[in-house]
């Protein structure tokens, strides 16, 4: 038997048949055989997998990596070595960028900055606002995995070509992408709920927002109006629908009727883990050392019992972060009531962790997890070769160990922002090693794969 470059031996190994006791041998970048523990003596590296699970990497479809344009912020490799660190091995980047990927040359400028830059795979969505141009079905053959409009304007983030309130062209824009076969996410919003919502912040105690916020800014009302009005426009169309943002009960059951009515292709993702699982109102500042209260919305604890029901019975069909780092100033500023302030937070890094330590707390199981996090995403928007751990994929996986009780520390904080909302916090769950394409890129959260290693991974 030749020797295999990457032995990860002795390890509990996702397949589709439940977790098995199996050596993974890698060559190459490829998986080149799985087999019975001991059974291959030879190889460049091993990893001791005894007591951990080997999983197939995290393939993250909500992350803004602010680059080009808000680089500021974070950029193709400070969020890729964050992803490193959570166990992502690919992420797609949200097109909110300056400039915006809506036309084939902004999208090629996006891709080269990726290959450049970053460490993991990655696969950029684009806008399909400019398709009066003719530019969806182009850009569609540059490879973008799926289309993806912003339906909210007023203020950064949501202040790019990539958003629109005009439903005519979000109408327009599904006709176009209906011929391209692929999918459309469609953040739902609706402006005239929003303004109101704001206009009642500008009165009330700073205290009561993280409610306010929730039940009206990011409620029920606005939020399920706008998503029965999309699915109305998506089935009139056509089109593949994913039905972003799922968190919100009236949202899921919509999801559930429209899965059921099976006229289009529907799919849901809950795809804000960080404000609605891993939410956290206080922030560390790494580097001034202190801590800043943030004014964040809010989920009624009943609700996310919602959502993990939702993830569990298939209505969610995956998970993402939302990881979108603004810097103190943008988040916290002086002034709270004022209309730009943006309410998000970094999160790749601990992402990977954070989910282990809820497989623990007893909300998802580790098989369902993989299903939301890997599998389930490579098959429905076609990243072959990824989300599965079978001879011939490409060797992506995460060695996890559900036992280690530790603490999240600042000591090493990889997003540009240096906040860290998950400071102090004491998980049980971490991923000791990020591998992709069969090179180690992240050891015991030391990262050390290389940017540009990232590859970009086209869909056609
Ligand atoms: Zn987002």
């Known amino acids: 038997m030749n020797k295999v470059d990457l032995l990860v031996k002795n390890g509990k190994v996702y397949t589709e048949a439940g977790f098995q006791d199996l050596d993974v041998a890698v060559s190459g970048e490829k998986i080149a055989f799985i087999t019975m523990p001991g059974t291959i003596p030879e190889a460049e590296t091993t990893i001791d997998a005894a007591g951990k699970y080997v999983l197939p990497g995290i393939i993250e479809v909500h992350v803004h990596v602010r680059e080009p344009g808000f680089t500021y912020k974070e950029d193709f490799e400070t969020a890729s070595r964050a992803a490193a660190a959570g166990g992502v091995t690919m992420f797609c980047p949200q097109p909110n960028t300056d400039p915006v990927p809506n ?101 009330m105690p700073l205290k009561d927002f993280g409610a306010l916020s929730y039940a009206e800014t ?54 804000n883990v960080w404000m609605n699982i891993f939410f956290s109102p206080k922030v560390y500042d790494v580097k001034r050392g202190e801590w800043l209260e943030f004014l964040m919305p809010t989920l009624p604890p009943d609700d996310i019992e919602k959502c993990w029901a939702a993830i569990n019975d298939g ?101 540009k922002v240096q906040l860290n909302p998950h400071h102090g916090k004491k998980i049980k769950g971490k991923v000791t090693h990020t591998i992709l394409r069969g090179t180690v890129i992240m050891e015991e959260g030391e990262v050390t794969g290389k940017p540009g290693y990232g590859k970009f991974f086209p869909v056609y």
């Open 315 to 415: 209505t969610i069909d995956f998970i993402g972060t939302d990881h979108a780092p603004h810097t103190r100033e943008e988040s916290a500023p002086k002034d709270l009531h004022k209309l730009e302030l943006s309410t998000s937070l970094p999160v790749l890094e601990w992402y990977g962790h954070l989910l282990l330590n809820e497989v623990n707390n007893g909300n998802i199981t580790l098989e369902k997890l993989v299903e939301v996090t890997s599998v389930n995403p490579a098959k429905i928007f076609g990243f072959s070769r990824k989300g599965a751990i079978l001879p011939g994929s490409d060797a992506d996986l995460i060695v996890c160990d559900l036992k280690k009780e530790w603490t999240i520390t600042s000591d090493k904080v990889y997003t």
């Open 103 to 203: 036309t084939v040359e902004n999208y090629r400028k996006e891709v080269e900055l990726g290959e450049k830059k970053s460490l993991v795979d990655f696969s950029p969505m684009a806008s399909p606002l400019l398709y009066k141009e003719g530019w969806v079905p182009k850009l569609a053959a540059e490879g973008a995995p799926w289309f993806k409009i912003f339906q909210k304007v007023t203020a950064y983030p949501y202040s790019t070509p990539a958003g629109t309130i005009n439903t005519a062209h979000i109408f327009g824009a599904f006709k176009e992408i209906a011929k391209t076969g692929k999918y459309c996410s469609i953040h739902p919003f609706d402006q005239f709920f929003f303004a109101e919502a704001q206009e009642k912040r500008r009165l």
């Open 218 to 271: 990011y409620g029920e009302a606005e939020k399920e109006g706008a998503a029965y009005e999309l699915y109305y426009l998506a089935k009139k169309a056509g089109i593949k629908w994913y039905a972003l943002h799922c968190y919100s009960p009236g949202y899921q059951d919509l999801v559930r009727w429209a899965k059921s009515e099976k006229k289009i292709d529907v799919v849901a993702g809950f795809d």
